[in-house]
């Protein structure tokens, strides 16, 4: 019987790179599907051809169809893992809720502050400085609270788990989910984030695996510490 093989449809400069650095950690035979966005930014059309949403990242293996970057995460370490990357008894609970807490709190803070900088650039030349004092009230008012309490809990909690977000020696699911949330809180709002938190995305991106993905994923703004 034949394998299947694991195709990746990967956007350039996307969370789609997390996904690559798990199947590179994984070391399973997979294919890289690349996408380049549109000059505004968007993913393209073609996307829409595999995943109805026309979102990356997007995952076919066989006759599985699957997208969501949490969703593709757990399916590949539970199937191709043999426990490598499964968490400590101790850390089972962390490890739930730093996979969730990933896209589920982290993950809309960090695109509103995205928006919050894009908007008065594509504002009318004439309003664009008024709309980008307001945004910045905004951003001062809504953002930099939720920047602070969300990096003092996770400072805190890496300075009790260690490396990795479940503890242990190796990165779990959480560790995948959280990397690329944790690459753009440093480069969005570094004075929000303690020691621990910077050591540990440098931690990630000094990966051998980490590292080849990097090389073959294309276009990525998020790398912190470029590879050495």
């Given at each position: 019987m034949a394998t299947s093989k694991v195709v990746l449809h990967h956007l350039e400069d996307s969370r789609s790179q997390r996904i690559l650095w798990l199947l590179e950690e994984l070391e399973v035979p997979y294919e890289i599907k690349k996408y380049k966005?549109?000059?505004e930014k968007r993913a393209p059309p073609e996307l829409l051809e595999v995943n109805p949403l026309g979102k990356s990242p997007f995952i076919t293996d066989g006759e599985v169809n699957l997208g969501e970057s949490g969703a593709i995460v757990e399916y590949l370490i539970g199937k191709y893992g043999q426990g490598k990357f499964d968490p400590p008894e101790n850390g089972?609970?962390?490890?739930l809720y730093f996979t969730h807490f990933a896209e589920g709190s982290l993950g809309p803070v960090l695109t509103r502050r995205a928006i919050f900088d894009i908007v008065p650039d594509?504002?009318?030349?004439?309003?664009?400085?008024?709309i980008r004092a307001l945004?910045?009230?905004v951003d001062q008012a809504v953002n930099v609270p939720e920047f602070?309490?969300?990096?003092?809990?996770?400072?805190?909690?890496?300075?009790?788990?260690?490396?990795?977000?479940?503890?242990?020696?190796?990165?779990?699911?959480?560790?995948?989910?959280?990397?690329f949330g944790m690459e753009t809180f440093v480069l969005r709002s570094p004075e929000s984030l303690g020691p621990k938190s910077k050591e540990y995305v440098e931690r990630i991106q000094a990966r051998p695996a980490y590292k080849r993905a990097l090389e073959k994923g294309g276009e990525?703004?998020?790398?912190?510490?470029?590879?050495?």
């Open positions: 966005r549109t000059p089972r609970l962390d490890n594509h504002s009318p030349a004439l309003v664009r400085p008024l945004f910045q009230k602070r309490n969300q990096g003092k809990m996770i400072e805190t909690h890496l300075e009790k788990s260690g490396d990795w977000f479940a503890g242990g020696n190796s990165p779990t699911s959480a560790d995948f989910l959280m990397s990525y703004a998020y790398v912190v510490k470029g590879p050495e």
